[in-house]
Nanobody, 123 residues
Framework: QLQLVESGGGLVQPGGSLRLSCAAS????????IGWFRQVPGKGREGVSC????????WYTDSVKGRFTISRDNAKNTVYLQMNSLKPEDTAVYYC????????????????WGQGTQVTVSS
């Protein structure tokens, strides 16, 4: 079965950058989309960005447009989230997830999840 492992989180100052990685192993060919989601205590999980593995079509939530870029390296079975111009409100646990079928970038549509990586934006 599919395994997803996030990495690249950490503490960064406002205006800084981080690149998150989501490495997939297992039955990767079964899945068509990868999404990045984030969650803060007391709030629901939010779709940040999603990408289709075939074709590379992308979606971003409005709050990160122009600052975040999702990309994939299919040969490495890895999806990245480049986060620039980070703001304190970007602080969250970031999760990557996989969906078997083309879908909306919402948590309920994704069935396989990584463990999450903490991103903290603070001075």
């Amino acid at each position: 079965q599919l395994q997803l492992v996030e990495s690249g989180g950490g503490l960064v100052q406002p205006g800084g950058s981080l690149r998150l990685s989501c490495a997939a192993s297992g039955f990767t060919s079964t899945y068509s989309s990868i999404g990045w989601f984030r969650q803060v205590p007391g709030k629901g999980r939010e779709g940040v960005s999603c990408i289709r593995l075939s074709g590379g079509s992308t979606w971003y939530t409005d709050s990160v447009k122009g600052r975040f870029t999702i990309s994939r390296d299919n040969a490495k079975n890895t999806v990245y989230l480049q986060m620039n111009s980070l703001k304190p409100e970007d602080t969250a646990v970031y999760y990557c997830a996989a969906a078997r079928f083309p879908t909306m970038c919402v948590p309920a549509s994704f069935g396989s999840w990584g463990q999450g990586t903490q991103v903290t934006v603070s001075s």
